[in-house]
């Protein structure tokens, strides 16, 4: 229950997928910071729907929503997060309406400075929390949120936590951004990768990065502790940035024995 980066996390649709899911979740006793972890295991009702997250700054129980983040998940039984894209549903009426939801949260739970990341699924029955966190997002996502707010998340919280009040920043018009996160296809002993410099020169791209490097052993995507890199691409909304995310990192390949 106290572990992160949706180690463990699996949605299961029968009696004997939750009692298997049981046995290796009550296994894992570290987290992947090595800090020990509470007996338990949480049991939550699956919500349907795409998911996203919201990416706020509180000042003086006021709430300024920079915009709504889109996550692509792995597959439809594991929640690891394959990539995300920055900012989606701006000036809709479903973006409205998740905006909205978050903000009234916000404001019940009585939060009155500082940042928030919000995630939520929007079902058939409309917004539903996932989490709430009061922090800045995790992930690239604070990189995001300035290439395209011109604002920096961690520099507002800063300036709020010291009694300031900072400008903090919307989207442009016409702009958006995404990133594609990298991971192997097999588990094992990576040899070497492939294809970085292509991606760098794809349409779009702004940058790649790879966290190994030969010799290292990696592993299938299980969670988010699993990730080789990242492809960061721009285009005039988040929806085109992803798709160039996704191509350019489609050019990259980890040779895995």
């Known amino acids: 229950m106290a572990a992160g980066g949706s180690i463990g996390?699996?949605?299961?649709?029968?009696?004997?997928?939750?009692?298997?899911?049981?046995?290796?979740?009550?296994?894992?006793?570290?987290?992947?910071r090595g800090m020990r972890l509470p007996l338990g295991v949480l049991?939550?009702?699956?919500?349907?729907?795409?998911?996203?997250?919201v990416e706020t700054l509180t000042i003086d129980s006021r709430t300024h929503v920079y915009g709504i983040t889109s996550k692509r998940k792995h597959d439809i039984h594991q929640f690891t997060e394959l990539g995300h894209a920055f900012p989606v549903l701006a000036g809709t009426a479903t973006g409205e309406r998740i905006c909205t939801f978050v903000t009234d949260l916000l404001g019940f739970l009585g939060?009155?400075?500082?940042?928030?990341?919000?995630?939520?699924?929007?079902?058939?029955?409309?917004?539903?929390?996932?989490?709430?966190?009061?922090?800045?997002?995790?992930?690239?996502?604070?990189?995001?949120?300035?290439?395209?707010?011109?604002?920096?998340?961690?520099?507002?919280?800063?300036?709020?936590?010291s009694g300031r009040t900072p400008a903090a920043g919307r989207p442009r018009q016409w702009s958006g951004v995404a990133f594609r996160l990298l991971v192997s296809r097999r588990a094992g002993r990576l040899i070497d990768v492939r294809g970085l410099d292509d991606a760098r020169a794809a349409l779009?791209?702004?940058?790649?990065?790879?966290?190994?490097?030969?010799g290292a052993d990696v592993r299938i995507p299980q969670d988010n502790t699993a990730y080789l890199g990242a492809v960061h691409a721009r285009a005039q909304c988040a929806a085109e940035a992803y798709l160039r995310a996704t191509a350019a990192a489609d050019l990259i390949s980890f040779n895995v024995a």
Not at 11 to 19: H, I, S
Not at 43 to 53: D, N, W
Not at 136 to 143: L, R
Not at 204 to 214: H, R
Request: charged residues 25%.
């Open 9 to 32: 996390t699996t949605a299961v649709d029968t009696m004997d997928e939750l009692r298997s899911a049981f046995e290796r979740i009550s296994a894992i006793q570290t987290s992947a």
């Open 43 to 53: 049991l939550e009702e699956r919500l349907i729907g795409p998911e996203y997250s």
């Open 111 to 161: 939060y009155t400075n500082g940042p928030a990341h919000t995630e939520v699924v929007l079902t058939a029955d409309g917004p539903r929390l996932v989490e709430i966190n009061p922090r800045v997002a995790g992930s690239d996502i604070p990189v995001l949120i300035e290439d395209v707010c011109e604002s920096n998340p961690y520099l507002d919280a800063l300036a709020v936590a």
């Open 204 to 214: 779009g791209v702004t940058s790649v990065e790879c966290y190994t490097e030969p």
